[in-house]
């Protein structure tokens, strides 16, 4: 099976236009749509738009020392705009219209109540002897009955959470995952706009038990990340050509993506500690392509200069292939490895 490119005609993030005339962009309104905000709630637009404007500045700082790549010199000033977006990225509408189950996401957008609720009904069924016992006069609207038959309506409850999380994990949603296209937000190359799609981050922070902020920070790290790799400015004023960008190995630039998203969870950590964790459960459920980056140079103590530099040669020798790339990578890794014996 031939490797996929990165911004081949499938994607829809290489549309050139947005909105409801371009197919492969955007779904705007649809059933499916009105189901997801009622689970997820509008609440979860304001919570997105507030995490991005109180991390993009420390994001882009991040990434311009990661990367060493700058989006902005003496000659050059690239703007990347980013929009808090309505509506759902065309694969992932694609597949909730052929996979969308609404108890499973209702379940899975209710995940941490229904846990919590659960380990309260324990709590409450080991007390409930005692409870009656000392306050036999509270007010239950339940007509008389023992003790035993409150100690059962618990148990039903308890059993009824425990029987639908355990029929709809998170890994039910695996169609989902499985999609080979970033649907929490999008990197327009042939745009320069960036897109963060509030009622997907909603959803799947609810389902993946990540706060809304750190989903919202990573997001925005990566899709910051594809920026920066491909229109950052190194010390020559080299960029990636879009051309080259575009037809380079899915592997190659969700890796790089990927690579520079972890760096910044880890360097944002004393700011925002659960931000590696939020990365880690994401990462964990992304395709493999997104994880291949996890074998470049692993337990490298100068990775992040082995990666910086593989980067800088393969944008500059154009190279597109991920195999040629690990070549690539192989010899940095020696020649840091030398440098810092």
């Known amino acids: 099976m031939p490797a996929q490119i990165f911004g081949g005609s499938d994607k829809f993030y290489a549309a050139a236009t947005i909105g409801p005339d ?9 059933q499916t749509i009105a189901k997801l905000q009622e689970i ?3 609440e979860a637009r ?6 991005f404007k109180r991390w993009n500045v420390r994001v882009r700082e ?24 309505d509506g759902l990225p065309s694969p992932l ?10 108890l499973a996401f209702w379940v899975l957008g209710h995940k941490s109540i229904l846990e919590a609720t659960k380990s309260g009904l324990d709590l409450l069924n080991k007390r409930t002897d005692f409870i009656l ?5 509270l007010e239950l609207d339940v007509g008389p009955s023992s003790i035993e038959i409150h100690h059962e309506k618990i148990r039903y409850a308890r059993l009824l959470i425990e029987s639908l999380l355990k029929r709809f994990p998170t890994d039910s949603l695996k169609q989902i995952y499985a999609i080979e296209q970033d649907i929490l937000g999008a990197y327009f190359f042939r745009r320069g706009e960036i897109h963060l799609y509030w009622l997907v981050i909603g959803l799947f922070s609810k389902a993946l038990d990540i706060s809304v902020e750190d989903m919202t920070v990573i997001v925005l790290a990566h899709e910051l990340a ?3 790799t491909h229109l950052g400015l190194d010390i020559d004023g080299n960029t990636w050509s879009t051309d080259r960008f575009a037809g380079t190995d899915l592997a190659v630039v969700e ?14 950590d004393g700011d925002h500690k659960n931000l590696q964790d939020a990365f880690a459960k994401m990462s964990d459920k992304s395709p493999d392509v997104y994880r291949l980056f996890k074998t470049w140079a692993p337990n490298h103590r100068n990775v992040g200069e082995v990666i910086r530099q593989s980067m800088i040669e393969a944008r500059l020798r154009q190279v597109s292939d991920h195999a040629t790339f690990l070549k690539i990578v192989e010899s940095a890794k020696k020649q840091f490895t030398a440098t810092s014996s």
């Open 226 to 228: 594809h920026a920066y």
């Open 62 to 85: 991040q990434l311009r020392r990661a990367t060493g790549l700058k989006l902005v010199d003496e000659t050059t000033r690239t703007q990347i705009r980013v929009i808090v977006q």
């Open 40 to 42: 997820v709630g509008e």
């Open 22 to 30: 371009a197919p492969l962009s955007i779904v705007f309104h649809s």
């Open 46 to 51: 304001g919570l997105v738009s507030a995490a």
């Open 93 to 102: 509408a694609v597949a909730l219209d052929k996979h969308y189950e609404e």
């Open 133 to 137: 016992s000392r306050y036999p006069n």
């Open 255 to 268: 890796g790089l993506a990927e690579f520079y998203t972890e760096q910044v969870a880890k360097a944002l």
